[in-house]
């Protein structure tokens, strides 16, 4: 069963980091390029950043650049999303996803909430 499974979010304060975990299974990690994407309260779910699956070569939205690292560890079937300076406008639930066989699988998503 291709299964996404995500983890680390939490309450944090302004200016602090958090790291996500997005442990994958039922499929040959490696081989996929993986997704983080949040979706604010009252918002569209948005693409934050993106890592290939051999070379590693990133992308990032430009309102997380030079703030979040995405990696991944293939030899654990697990992507990363490090995150840093946080802002309030960060908070969101993030999930990550991946398109297999034409279709968009879907994590059930980490809550992170930035407040003091």
Do not use: H
């Not at 993106?50 to 991944?72: E, L, Q």
């Not at 079937?77 to 969101?92: F, G, I, R």
Request: aromatic share 12%.
């Amino acid at each position: 069963q291709v299964q996404l499974v995500e983890s680390g979010g939490g309450l944090v304060q302004p200016g602090g980091s958090l790291r996500l975990s997005c442990v994958a299974s039922g499929f040959t990690f490696s081989n996929y390029f993986m997704n983080w994407y949040r979706q604010a309260p009252g918002k569209e779910r948005e693409l934050v950043a993106t890592i290939a699956s051999r070379d590693g070569g990133t992308n990032y939205a430009d309102s997380v650049k030079g703030r979040f690292t995405i990696s991944r560890d293939n030899a654990k079937n697990t992507v990363y999303l490090q995150m840093s300076s946080l802002k309030p406008e960060d908070t969101a639930v993030y999930y990550c996803k991946f398109v297999y066989k034409n279709i968009g699988v879907w994590g059930q998503g980490t809550l992170v909430t930035v407040s003091s």
